[in-house]
């Protein structure tokens, strides 16, 4: 059974980076991609990205990109996502999901992680 | 970029009800379209994968059809458990994967 822990909260000043760990248990960790999802307070749900565990191939959402970088440690079967200079509107629970079918859904989440960007 | 529009925003319905929830894509995207339901305060989680597939250990109550442009989640005699707000998501090809605004169903 696919067990997922993501690292917790986090406060930021506008204009910092922060790194997410998303750890991964009860599969091999190279057969299924992770996502990484957002949702702002009474928001919906928002796309970031998403890494192969194979190789470290990544591709995130247009609006993103050149600020988000995806990593992976298969040692420990752990994924990062950094998200740099943060604004006010990165405010979010920041969650990671794991796709069993190829980059196409999320079909295991993690508990998420708050990320306050405040000065 | 495909859009993924949901309907209604929100809904009021009694214990036991039938509820269908609509979702529309800005083009055709054959079956690539799957269902999270959103409990407060929790994780999402998948319902509905490709379409009308049910998810491993979620209740029959659950369905989905539709292709192409038009999709619908259905609840069959609602239960009290199934507030939340449900979201729909579509893919494309990589980058364009995208989530439809939510549908919040509440009881009457």
């Known amino acids: 059974q696919v067990h997922i822990l993501q690292s917790g909260a986090e406060m930021k000043k506008p204009g910092a980076s922060v790194k997410l760990s998303c750890k991964t248990s009860?599969?091999?960790?190279?057969?299924?991609?992770i996502h990484w999802v957002r949702q702002a307070p009474g928001q919906g749900l928002e796309w970031m990205g998403v890494?192969?565990?194979?190789?470290?191939?990544?591709t995130s959402a247009q609006i993103f990109q050149g600020r988000v970088v995806m990593t992976r440690d298969t040692s420990t079967s752990t994924v990062y996502m950094e998200l740099s200079s943060l604004k006010s509107e990165d405010t979010a629970v920041y969650y990671c999901a794991v796709d069993r079918a190829g980059a196409t859904m999320m079909s295991s989440w993690g508990q998420g992680t708050l990320v306050t960007v405040s000065s | 970029d495909i859009q993924v529009t949901q309907s209604p925003a929100s809904l009021s319905a009694s214990i036991g009800d039938r509820v269908i929830l609509t979702c529309q894509a800005s083009?055709?995207?054959?079956?690539?379209l799957n269902w999270y339901q959103q409990q407060p305060g929790k994780a999402p989680k998948l319902l509905i994968y490709d379409g009308f597939n049910l998810e491993p250990g979620v209740p029959s109550r659950f369905s989905g059809s539709g292709s192409g442009t038009h999709f619908t989640l259905t609840i069959n005699s609602l239960q009290p458990e199934d507030i939340a707000t449900y979201y729909c998501?579509?893919?494309?090809?990589?980058?364009?994967?995208?989530f439809g605004g939510g549908t919040k169903v509440e009881i009457k």
């Open positions: 998501q579509s893919f494309d090809g990589l980058p364009h994967l995208s």
């Open positions: 890494l192969d565990p194979r190789g470290g191939a990544t």
């Open positions: 009860g599969y091999s960790f190279t057969d299924y991609f």
């Open positions: 083009q055709d995207i054959d079956n690539s």
